[in-house]
């Protein structure tokens, strides 16, 4: 077994790595940029060394760079984690020749299925069932939309060197394709320097299953069982669990067989996934082989009761695989929630922040637990557009699923963040939607779903106001002076106490006003409601936490406040409110005709010219940030009077990109 190895990678992987390698008795070496210094990886690990800017280009996908610090600090081994370098086979093949272990399949295994054209090839020749589909070197748009009319629509535009959900694109229609296939490959050179793109036909309520498996050096290979990841977004996956719903024995053989003769076919090593299509009725095609630990992994830790880590340090160590296939067993079921740093109700788009908060339910970490919570932030950390953004992953594993299904919605429920927008009332409510509950799986869910998931609040309004207003109020005592004279709560010697607290809540400004009863009972009244609140106790948790029956309805709440920004968490759900200062002026018309950038990132096409006319809804430009493409829309009608930017201009969160007046 190796006793130091590099980990070429950062946040929650890193840690991840580290974890096990610290079980192990393994020192490990961390790498970092600029923006990683003091981040946790880092402290983490028993060595780092700095690598370059914070950019990944500059730093994160220097092979040169991370080689030499493996040299340096006398690495054995490198663990690439996953993305960045982790399905380089040029960085593969330089370990070897520089005489450390590369922590992965062998360079050829990863040039095969890199290419997802090759890969379904080789696929094909090996027997393993493929989507009717172009995979072939010719790139010309003309021909492509060729093939896709004679494939038939809908069809799937996908980057050949692809992964991660990025450069995809769906395609219902001919007069759609060149604009399509455009975006994709922009978005493909940029995440991958390859713009080489496949066309498939588009399965009709798929069904996104994988097959994680495991070759050693001696010529032995197992699968683990399968992963159901069917839950997206933007191509991205939201929720996983193992085993898949529905699975039968019969067709987990069969799809196992067909992983493992995917991995034999190239010679694999170490742990690989095999990523299916499958239709409803259990026919399943292969779509990709990712040729490195998968983010998803832990659901498969958790039924199996196996490290997988540790696998991949053994095998790498050239040991061999420590079960056979009759040894691996399956217990319970495991779901994992991705907690990002994003906002569902604008498409996804990613977030930026510091973490405020960051308060988890009792778990554990990086280990198999009924509760298991992977992440590699901390509360105080800041989650930059320079990298992914996701926060954490949270694991949950029960007897049955109804048990791991109650589970993670407690569990997120406990799981306090703030400071950035983030999907954890989102993920609630996708777990909580029939399709989910009743195991009704396809990768549309969430756009089936629409309206449970985007259109009701997290948190009534009820709720939201009693909570800000516990807390404001609290605050308030806690600061005053003793004698009456100098309360600020508008205590009185006669009657009962008023005041007028404006906040805003879900897009909606609420002038809500307080009547104090005498037994301290609360009256709040905005626009036609009238809530009752009786606050009942306050726990002593930094001033955080309060009891109070509103509504008839017994309540724990939890709120953090930052200045005029107030956090309510409830068991029912999480709301934002904004403390109006009555004396701010707020002139929402000034800033109508801006369109600005809703985070930092680069411009990568100007869709309009000054003095066009679009209507609301219209593509106006597209910028790329966090290795996504975002397209801005106008939210009007009107004329595009000032372009304010180029085409390759880096835009910082807020800037202007054109101005757009409504038109005569």
Known sequence: MFTKILIANRGEIACRVASTARRLGIRTVAVYSDADAHARHVQLCDEAV????????????????????????????VHPGYGFLSENDGFAQACIEAGIAFIGPPPS??????????AKALMEHAQVPLVPGYHGNNQDPAFLQAQADEIGYPVLIKASAGGGGKGMRLVQQSS??????????????????????????????????????????????????????????????????????????????????????????????????????CEQDGRFYFMEMNTRLQVEHPVTEAITGQDLVEWQLRVAAGESLPLTQDQITFTGHAIEARICAENPAQ?????????????????????????????????????????DSMIAKLIVHGEDRATALARLDTALAELHITGLSHNISFLRRVAATHSFAQADLDTALIEREHSALFEAPALSIAHAVAGALLRLQADEQHHAHRD??????????HGNARRLVKLHIDCQTLAVTLDIQRDGTWQLSWDAVNVTVQPLCRTDHGGEQFEADVHGQRLRLRVYRHGDELDVFTAQGHARVQHLDPLRQVDEQAAGGRLTALMPGKVVAMLVTEGQQVKQGDALAVTEAMKMEHTLTAPHDGVVSAILCAVGDQLAEGVELLRLEVAA
Request: charged content about 20%; some cysteine; glycine content about 8%.
């Open 176 to 277: 759609d394709f060149i604009a399509a296939l455009a975006s994709c490959q922009r978005e493909a050179q940029a995440s991958f320097g390859n713009a080489h793109v496949l066309v498939e036909r588009y399965v009709t309520r798929p069904r996104h299953i994988e097959i994680q498996v495991f070759g050693d050096t001696h010529g032995h290979y197992v699968h683990l069982g399968e992963r159901d990841c069917s839950v997206q977004r933007r191509h991205q996956k939201v929720l996983e669990e193992a085993p898949a719903p529905g699975m039968t024995p019969e067709r987990r053989a069969q799809m196992g067989d067909a992983a493992i003769a995917a991995a034999r076919s190239v010679g694999y090593v170490g742990a690989g996934t095999v990523e299916f299509i």
């Open 347 to 387: 498409q996804f788009l990613p977030a930026t922040g510091t973490l405020q908060v960051l308060r988890t339910p009792a778990c554990s970490t990086f280990s198999v637990a009924p509760v298991r919570i992977d992440s590699g932030v901390r509360e105080g950390d800041a989650i930059t557009p320079h990298y």
């Open 484 to 493: 009456p004279w100098s309360r600020t709560d508008h205590w009185r010697l």
């Open 109 to 118: 295994a990863i040039a095969a299925m890199g290419s997802k054209s090759a």
């Open 50 to 77: 700095h690598i370059g800017g914070a950019s990944p280009r500059e730093s994160y996908l220097c092979a040169d760079r991370i080689l030499a610090a493996a040299l340096a600090t006398g690495a054995q081994a």
